[in-house]
């Protein structure tokens, strides 16, 4: 019931929050559950966010951090969970 709750969070505040909040959400759903849906979040903020010049020579931040979130809460989560 939790999990569904914090990833609409998530998504709504993508749209209409500052840029610190997805970030701390993301964080704890990720802390709490293997929450592959904080990657589909960080392509969502990239995309929203993309010059109008496209893809060409951009970096992806919010999916490389999403992917850096998932990928170093996972033994802190693994820990806390057993």
Not at 21 to 26: D, E, G, R, S, V
Not at 49 to 76: D, H, K, N, V
Request: charged share 10%.
């Amino acid at each position: 019931m939790i999990r569904p709750f914090i990833s609409g969070l998530s998504f709504a505040s993508v749209l209409f929050a500052p840029p610190w909040a997805p970030l701390i959400l993301m964080g704890v759903l990720s802390l709490r559950f293997r929450a592959w849906e904080i990657l589909i979040m960080g392509v969502c903020v990239d995309l929203l966010y993309l010059p109008p010049g496209g893809f060409y020579m951009i970096p992806i931040p919010a999916t490389i951090c999403a992917t850096a979130i998932l990928i170093g809460f996972e033994p802190f989560r693994r820990n806390i969970m057993t």
